[in-house]
């Protein structure tokens, strides 16, 4: 996934670091959602020298070089992510039935390791469909171009022997329009192209799924509490939510970077979340963003779990995106918008300047049939302090709210969609950081961005042990 435009902007039109000195909301949860008790902090009053205007325009013009240092992924989940991982924590490691990795000199039963062969083999022809046409990335990844109607999407029951739906009627207010073909993600670098009638698919390999913990979980992420903290589980955020109303969709612009992640079973990631229902059994929820590593458990993500239906031939979900951003250097954001189709119901995903990746459709689900109830944007990570104390997995790109533009990351210009398909500014807005001295969240709006703000951290440091 690639950043959404480039574009010259002024420096003053860039919001930098003269936040407001405005008050944090920070939401603790008891396990009874009804038990929501807040806290308001101030937030420190921060002012940094503005950034030269050259260095801001420099910003926001595409680099002609691209790295292909194993980026961040493109993700979906309706608990439907289109998740990622660096090429580092794709290496095989071998899971013990308990999901633990099984050290080195673990001697191996060789009846049972092919019969667990034999049942990934299986699985891969199943979600591997037949491919029009075969393309080598130059990260090393694999896509197959699938033609439409093969794709994983309608193995579901519901779905079988149907096509893909025709575009439906955008959000009023939406200004982005798909007007060229730009190389989004690293594969496209190669030159070549799925053919019209077909998606691309990134293939799943052997190394994929051993490395999940139990095979017929993969494909599925962590179940987890949105929204709460995380003490318990493991999960941090950093983020920015709305709830009180009926939403209908969201869109935002999020800054693309690579942090550093430093547990291979750890993740951290950039999104929207799309929620409805209560924060137990039923809760459902899409969302999409970039992540770095990849979810083991439960909850469907990219193309594995039958359902989202992939419309384009442009975007392989799944597959590395490029380019990305650099501390005190250039920047690179995406957009991204979730909305409700008003005449199917279906919640369609839009990426970048206008183009349609596909959509979830309305059986999916049950309260999200209806509306959400949510809208939540901004950072998670997960900390399994596996060495005795808090993990240096970092949050966006590893810096504080505080730094500002160009150091930290940020999401800007966030709207919802309301129920008469209209894109509006956010009302009735909260901040949420579950640990703020591991990672924190600063708010703010500007003409140009809208409303805003700046999120992450490095995990942990002298205030976060």
Not at 111 to 127: D, H, P, Q, T, Y
Request: charged share 20%.
């Amino acid at each position: 996934m690639v950043l959404l435009f480039c574009m010259d902007m002024k420096a003053d039109s860039i919001p930098g670091t003269k936040l407001r000195n405005e008050s944090f909301c920070i939401l603790h949860t008891t396990r009874q959602l009804q038990c929501i008790q807040t806290q308001t902090v101030v937030a420190k009053r921060t002012t940094q020298k503005q950034q030269q205007h050259s260095t801001e325009m420099a910003a926001f013009t595409t680099s002609q070089t691209h790295s292909y240092y194993p980026l961040m992924r493109f993700f979906i989940s309706f608990l439907l992510v289109f998740a990622s991982s660096f090429g580092s924590v794709l290496s095989l490691q071998v899971m013990s039935d308990s999901g633990n990795v099984l050290p080195a000199n673990q001697t191996f039963r060789p009846g049972k390791e092919m019969w667990k062969l034999k049942r990934v083999n299986a699985f891969l022809k199943k979600i591997n469909k037949p491919a029009v046409k075969t393309i080598q990335s130059p990260d090393g990844d694999i896509i197959d171009c699938v033609l439409s109607h093969l794709q994983p999407a309608f193995d579901h029951p519901e779905l079988k022997g149907q096509k893909p739906l025709d575009p439906p009627e955008r959000p009023r207010g939406n200004e982005t329009t798909e007007t060229e073909t730009k190389n989004y993600q690293v594969w496209t670098d190669s030159g070549e192209s799925c053919p019209e009638g077909s998606v691309p698919i990134r293939r799943t390999t052997e190394k994929d799924v051993l490395r999940a913990s139990y095979m017929r979980r993969f494909g599925r992420k962590l179940r987890r509490h949105v929204r709460r903290d995380s003490t318990g589980n493991g999960h941090e955020h950093a983020v920015l939510f709305v709830n009180g109303e009926q939403y209908y969709g969201a869109k935002a612009n999020i800054n693309v970077w690579a942090p550093r992640v430093t547990d291979q079973y750890e993740f951290s990631l950039s999104q929207i979340w799309v929620i409805s229902g209560s924060f137990g059994k039923d809760l459902n929820t899409i969302e999409a963003g970039w992540q770095t590593d990849a979810y083991r458990t439960t909850g469907c993500y990219n193309l594995l779990c039958s359902g989202f239906v992939q419309t384009n031939n442009k975007i392989a979900i799944g597959s590395a995106i490029s380019p990305r951003s650099s501390y005190n250097g250039r920047q690179f954001d995406i957009g991204l918008m979730i909305w409700k189709d008003p005449k199917h119901g279906n919640w369609w995903l839009e990426f970048g300047s206008g183009l349609l990746v596909g959509y979830w459709p309305a059986f999916l689900f049950s309260h999200l049939r209806s509306h959400a109830s949510m809208i939540q944007f901004g950072g998670e990570i997960v900390n399994f302090r596996s060495s005795g104390y808090h993990t240096s997995t970092q949050m966006g790109s590893g810096h504080f709210a505080e730094e500002g533009y160009g150091k930290a990351s940020y999401f800007r210009n966030l709207q919802v969609v309301d129920w008469d398909n209209n894109l509006l500014p956010l009302t009735n807005l909260h901040l949420l950081a579950d640990h703020s001295n591991c990672y924190d969240i600063r708010q703010g709006r500007s003409n140009a961005w809208g409303t805003y703000f700046y999120y992450g951290g490095p995990g942990r440091n002298v205030r976060c042990p």
